[in-house]
T-cell receptor, first 113, second 111 residues
Framework: DAMVIQNPRYQVTQFGKPVTLSCSQT?????MYWYQQKSSQAPKLLFH???????NEADTPDNFQSRRPNTSFCFLDIRSPGLGDAAMYLC????????????FGSGTQLSVL | DAKTTQPTSMDCAEGRAANLPCNHS???????VYWYRQIHSQGPQYIIH???NNETNEMASLIITEDRKSSTLILPHATLRDTAVYYC????????????FGKGTHLIIQP
């Protein structure tokens, strides 16, 4: 059974048109992460939530925002997608305890036309 | 988090053991070694992690040298489905920090 669920699997948007990607989890984990993975590159951490506390990575562009309305759901908002934002977006969760592992979803492949 | 160094790619024959090395010479005492893999177009999959001792689970074994400056991931009987990019990641023991992925090793299992 899927524990970290990302919908949709594929998302197409237009240049400059806001888009929201969603992630839900059944693990009741405290921490939820968003990663960006461009073609042939490693995943890159954008930000994470520890409960309601938002933690942004220093080099994450302002164009990327996130919301976590409750424990189970987390959203990635791209305010004005550019062609360079086309990528796989991965959501992950963790309990946040020492030495705990991250569980990843299958990702959303975003195309920008 | 300490930096890791892995070979860019490796081949292994199906049915043989695949041994993937990782160098993490700057690791500190409170950092874990994690291994994840990523099959094309899927999310990363957890394999194993350890702090000091060798670890084994249903997927793999993790051998950490006594000085903790390097480790080896062992897939005991590789199958074609083990073809993937394997990431060795060093992560601080405490809490919520995410994983910082390096370039990983592209392991190709040959029939």
């Amino acid at each position: 059974d899927a524990m970290v669920i990302q919908n949709p699997r594929y998302q197409v948007t237009q240049f400059g048109k806001p888009v929201t990607l969603s992630c839900s989890q059944t693990l009741n984990h405290n921490v939820m992460y968003w990663y960006q993975q461009k073609s042939s590159q490693a995943p890159k951490l954008l930000f994470h939530y520890y409960d309601k506390d938002f933690n942004n990575e220093a080099d994450t562009p302002d164009n990327f925002q996130s919301r976590r309305p409750n424990t189970s759901f987390c959203f990635l908002d791209i305010r004005s997608p550019g062609l360079g934002d086309a990528a796989m977006y991965l959501c992950a969760t963790s309990s946040g305890g020492p030495g705990e592992k991250l569980f990843f979803g299958s990702g959303t492949q975003l195309s920008v036309l | 988090d300490a930096k890791t160094t892995q070979p860019t790619s490796m081949d292994c024959a199906e049915g043989r053991a695949a041994n993937l090395p990782c160098n993490h010479s700057t690791i500190s005492g409170n950092e874990y070694v994690y291994w994840y893999r990523q099959i094309h177009s899927q999310g990363p999959q957890y394999i194993i992690h350890g702090l000091k001792n060798n670890e084994t689970n249903e997927m793999a074994s993790l051998i950490i040298t006594e000085d903790r400056k390097s480790s080896t991931l062992i897939l005991p009987h590789a199958t074609l489905r083990d073809t993937a990019v394997y990431y060795c990641i060093v992560r601080h023991q405490g809490g919520a920090d995410g994983l910082t992925f390096g370039k990983g090793t592209h392991l190709i299992i040959q029939p």
